[in-house]
């Protein structure tokens, strides 16, 4: 076995195994539906769903399923949460409002993106290889697990406590987190949407408080869903405050952040303009231009 297979397995265990542990940890306190816990579902429905949808997109080879089916797994494991759980209260109403919503104007963002744009090029090698493949479908039912994990621990929780001011603050976060987003990938698009912007970088409206608005707003509605998770966090339930910490992780280590500052510079790198414009941009945070 090559180095290559050999990391595609390791990631697919790995990535099973991640996701069996928080399921084990956050299924405590968990509501139940035919003596599973509902948050024990909702994670083995992630991966389902995933794994599903992954045997014709390798056999066609194509990508173009990828992020739709991301968002299509938010929703299916929202909604089987609030279908299972019972005695829903304000915090569980309000949370899987705003997975829906998110996932709802992400999901059609993305596609909408793929099907004008043709094909995704980090998928190029990827979906050619059936274990690089499979790891990829794999860690994307993972990565669901863990983004949505505060919000399924609201949902589907035993304890029922009133929404009070952590509730309405973490609802703030999110509202914000959310409006910058929005705003964002909409400027984004109507940028890219001029012809006489072709090829060039966008560095207006909120691009030129963050060379990355949009990431920045992401973090930021998921840690306002977990700020809105934690009146009914105890044991191991703590746990579910990896929902930020991971998409951070996500968005500024792993993908995200690290590929685009690199995409950028090997197209941009010998223009003085780019070059001026990240050193006086902050990276991320929305923060006022330098220059």
């Not at 599903?52 to 990508?63: D, L, M, N, Q, W």
């Not at 993972?142 to 406590?161: C, G, N, Q, Y």
């Not at 910490?245 to 280590?253: A, E, H, Q």
């Amino acid at each position: 076995m090559d180095d290559m297979k050999r990391r595609s397995v390791i990631g697919v265990t790995a990535g099973v195994v991640i996701g069996a542990l928080v399921t084990w940890a956050l299924s405590n306190g968990s509501q139940t539906a035919g003596g599973m816990a509902v948050f024990a579902i909702c994670a083995a429905l992630a991966y389902g769903i995933n794994w599903v949808v992954f045997v014709p997109s390798y056999a066609a080879k194509t990508e173009q399923y990828f992020d739709l089916t991301g968002s299509i797994t938010y929703l299916s494991v929202t909604a089987a949460a609030l279908l299972l759980s019972a005695n829903l209260d304000a915090r569980s109403v309000i949370v899987g409002v705003m997975v829906a919503l998110w996932a709802l104007r992400l999901g059609s963002f993305l596609f909408a993106r793929i099907r004008r744009d043709g094909h995704d090029g980090r998928f190029d090698e990827i979906k050619v290889d059936f274990l690089r493949f499979l790891m990829t479908w794999t860690l994307q039912g993972l990565w669901v697990l863990l983004t949505a994990a505060a919000a399924l621990v609201i949902i589907t929780s035993e304890d029922r406590i009133e929404l009070g001011w952590v509730g309405y603050v973490g609802i703030a976060i999110w509202v914000i987190g959310f409006a910058i987003e929005v705003i964002a990938d909409r400027q984004k698009s109507a940028f890219k949407a001029d012809p006489a912007n072709k090829g060039d970088y966008i560095t207006t409206g909120l691009w030129s408080w963050s060379r990355h608005p949009n990431y920045f707003g992401e973090i930021v509605l998921w840690l306002g869903i977990a700020v809105l998770a934690v009146p009914v966090l105890d044991g191991w339930r703590w746990v579910a405050l990896i929902s930020p910490v991971f998409v951070y992780l996500l968005l500024t280590r792993v993908s995200g952040v690290p590929m685009l500052e690199k995409r950028g510079m090997d197209r941009w790198g010998d223009d003085p303009a780019y070059v001026a414009y990240v050193e006086n941009t902050s990276e991320l945070v929305l923060l006022p231009p330098k220059g």
